[in-house]
């Protein structure tokens, strides 16, 4: 049967070039008609993204109008058109979004501790989670009796300290320095507060020894409590972090140079529990199960073997999820898994850019948080980027199966392979360097080798491991798979030891990333010629990332750590006994490849056991940094002459009225209205962690007290 072309502009009101252009859209849109619905994730993204980027109620509910509005302007266009349909709908999606995660905020989130406070605490552990790359446990606890604690808590216990009879359901009781969550140090890192906020994380802190158990833990360890302790047993050296995160999902028995090295080889992707091991799970059991039921005749000749394989492996694959912690890529993972056996039960090809968008949007609808971190935007944006390159005609031509010798069969995957993985470093790369502050540039290179290697031999070695240790023969598979484990971490190690293996960057700007996302799903989600639209954007973006100076001067939020640039390009710290993550954190948000010098060492710096003074050079102007090094009152004639001869004044204690620096003074009451600061001395501005009004409810707000007459307020300590 043949069907006349369906009419879109039925009705046109408009006139001269509005309709011409109007008739050119839905053309357009007719011919890329099976991409439509592939926005709708975006749609929904979209609002989530503006509830995280604008500041407070007025802000969200000013674009929840907004979107309304688009939505009834849409109605206005010709009824029956796809672009009517598309506008109305995105409208609506988006304004659904802000309103999914805004309520999700409301009704869920964790309202985060007012400010640090010592406390005796008393609660039941929820779950306990070891971390033997820093010697430590975390543990999620609910404090009983505590009226001014969060509902939930996390502290972390030395290994040494961890008394007999930690674990889910004990009760204990020890003395804690509690800290609200920690927001970002430094305009550009980490957000742990939004994210302890939707976990329902009010506080964390260390625990301090004595720890008491009023209770012990009772029944059974979580099994994947068991799973890590097991694997430990079995495998020692730098293999046992790899071997526990294949199997488990937890990463925190990798060392940190093995974690590292995985990170700027690309390879990272392989501890993340994702597409590829769900999809290796399942795939073997599929298979197991055919080959187990083909054995009989009767199964063989009468039972629907391909749906009772793939019902095994959609199980297989949902316990998986769960044992692994059901992270946001497992989860995306598993849906789609289901979602490809579902089609394939009903005989159709399902592995296409729809079965990403309808995972997208289930996790967007249970998870909307999860759209802003990392592990979502790198996990869908590698999926959409594969199968959209398998879509393109042109490769499916060149990769699809024909004859000819075994050599150029193998030649002609390894270069598909390559292709596949260029593609996915290059879609990966903006939100590396968003998010990271660095990014893979061989990535592709160790893929082609590390891949294979973990999907085809250490998975399958690790599963006949595991089964053998049920009747007592799984050490030679043991063995087997430290040594291939010990090859992956070769090439990881070796591949980042090239000096070409990471591009460093200094934090990227939101606007930038986001415009440079929007090429990327424009060029992915559509077929036509119109796609390459998209790459003027991502063009854009990469020279601005190009030409993006560091920032001259950081200060993390509690103002105890600066860090200056020095005259050579490096970078110096106030503190040298500061720590390495907050080194970590101050060199990555500058793209410092490198060790933080001593600044008290630095040739135009003079410094006292008190105050630093810092002579530094931005634009052809002499700068004047005046630093505190400790909570010594000064004696105020001095210490107020140092403050009128400065430029910048920077401490951690709330500085006095009278002073004065010629141009920023940098104390405890700005920073907890502002929050971590970089400052660029060239053109002189100023970005802070914190926006101005920011009401989002992991925002822990400053309180103050009232005190004399000449110092009116000042924060509590």
Not at 120 to 127: H, K, P
Not at 200 to 207: E, F, N, Q, V
Not at 305 to 324: D, E, F, H, P, V
Not at 348 to 373: H, S
Request: net charge positive; glycine share 10%; hydrophobic share 50%.
């Amino acid at each position: 049967m043949a069907f006349e072309p369906r009419q879109t502009s039925l009705v046109v009101r408009a006139t001269g070039g509005a309709r011409v252009l109007f008739a050119r859209v839905e053309s357009w849109m007719e011919w890329e008609r099976e991409q439509v619905p592939l926005w709708a994730p975006v749609g929904l993204g979209l609002g989530i993204a503006a509830w995280f980027a604008l500041p407070d109620r007025i802000g969200w509910l000013g674009f929840g109008c907004a979107m309304l509005a688009l939505a009834c302007a849409g109605l206005l266009l010709p009824d029956g058109t796809r672009l009517r349909r598309m506008i109305v709908t995105g409208g609506m999606l988006a304004c659904i979004g802000c309103l999914l995660v805004w309520g999700k905020a409301m009704l869920l989130g964790q309202p985060p501790l007012a400010r640090a406070t010592f406390a005796l605490v008393t609660g039941e552990v929820v779950s306990v989670r070891p971390v033997p790359a820093q010697h430590m446990v975390r543990a999620i606890l609910k404090p009983e009796a505590a009226l001014n604690l969060p509902a939930i808590i996390r502290v972390n216990i030395a290994e040494e300290d961890m008394p007999d009879g930690l674990g889910e359901g004990a009760k204990i009781r020890f003395r804690v320095r509690l800290m609200p969550p920690a927001p970002p140090a430094v305009p550009g890192s980490y957000n742990f507060a939004a994210r302890a906020y939707f976990q329902g994380i009010g506080a964390t802190g260390k625990a301090l020894r004595p720890i008491e158990v009023l209770r012990p833990a009772s029944g059974v360890a979580p099994l994947r409590n068991r799973l890590f302790a097991h694997i430990s047993s079995q495998i020692d050296g730098p293999p046992q972090g790899i071997a526990i995160a294949l199997a488990t999902g937890d990463q925190g028995a990798i060392a940190q140079a093995d974690a590292d090295a995985m990170r700027n080889s690309g390879l990272a992707h392989l501890l993340s529990i994702s597409g590829l091991h769900v999809t290796a799970l399942i795939g073997a059991v599929i298979f197991l199960l055919m080959r187990v039921m083909a054995l009989s005749r009767r199964a063989a000749l009468d039972w629907p073997l391909m749906l009772i394989a793939a019902s095994g492996g959609a199980l297989a694959g949902i316990g998986y999820t769960l044992l692994t912690g059901a992270e946001v890529p497992t989860v995306r993972s598993c849906v789609a898994a289901l979602l490809v056996l579902g089609g394939l039960a009903l005989g159709r090809d399902a592995i296409t850019l729809r079965l990403v968008a309808t995972g997208a949007l289930v996790v967007l609808i249970f998870w909307p948080e999860a759209l802003v971190g990392p592990s979502f935007q790198m996990s869908f944006a590698a999926v959409t980027a594969l199968v959209a390159l398998s879509e393109h005609h042109r490769f499916r031509a060149f990769a699809m199966a024909r004859d000819e010798s075994t050599m150029l069969r193998l030649g002609r995957a390894v270069v598909a392979t390559l292709l596949t993985g260029i593609v996915i470093e290059l879609v990966l790369m903006p939100i590396a360097l968003f998010h990271f502050h660095k990014a893979g540039m061989l990535g592709a290179f160790a893929n082609i080798v590390a891949i294979p290697l973990t999907t085809f031999v250490v998975m399958p070695l690790e599963a006949l491991a595991l089964l053998g240790d049920l009747v007592g023969i799984g050490a030679p598979f043991w063995w087997l798979t430290g040594q291939m484990l010990q090859l992956l971490l070769w090439v990881a190690h070796g591949v980042a030891a090239n000096p070409a293996a990471t591009m460093l960057t200094p934090a990227v700007p939101s606007w930038i990333f986001a415009m440079m996302s929007a090429g990327i799903v424009w060029s992915l989600l559509w077929r036509s010629g119109l796609r390459w639209v998209g790459l003027a954007p991502i063009a854009a973006g990469i020279g601005m990332i190009w030409s993006l100076s560091p920032a001259d001067i950081l200060v993390t939020g509690d103002g105890r750590h600066v860090a200056l640039r020095t005259a050579k390009g490096g970078m110096a710290i106030l503190r040298a006994g500061a720590g390495d993550y907050v080194r970590d954190t101050l060199a990555e948000s500058v793209g410092h490849d490198g060790d933080l010098e001593d600044l008290t060492h630095l040739p135009q710096a003079r410094c006292s056991t008190d105050l630093c003074a810092v002579n530094m050079t931005a634009a052809g102007r002499r700068w004047r940094l005046l630093l505190t090094r400790n909570d010594v009152l000064v004696e105020r004639a001095v210490f107020s002459q140092n403050c009128a001869d400065a430029d910048i004044v920077v401490s951690d204690r709330r500085l006095p009225r009278w002073c004065r620096p010629r141009w920023l003074k940098i104390d405890r009451s700005l920073l907890a209205r502002t929050g971590g600061m970089a400052i660029n001395l060239t053109d002189t501005t100023v970005q802070t962690v914190r926006t101005p009004g920011d009401a989002h409810p992991w925002i822990v707000r400053p309180t103050y007290r009232r005190t004399d007459k000449t110092m009116r307020w000042r924060p509590s300590p």
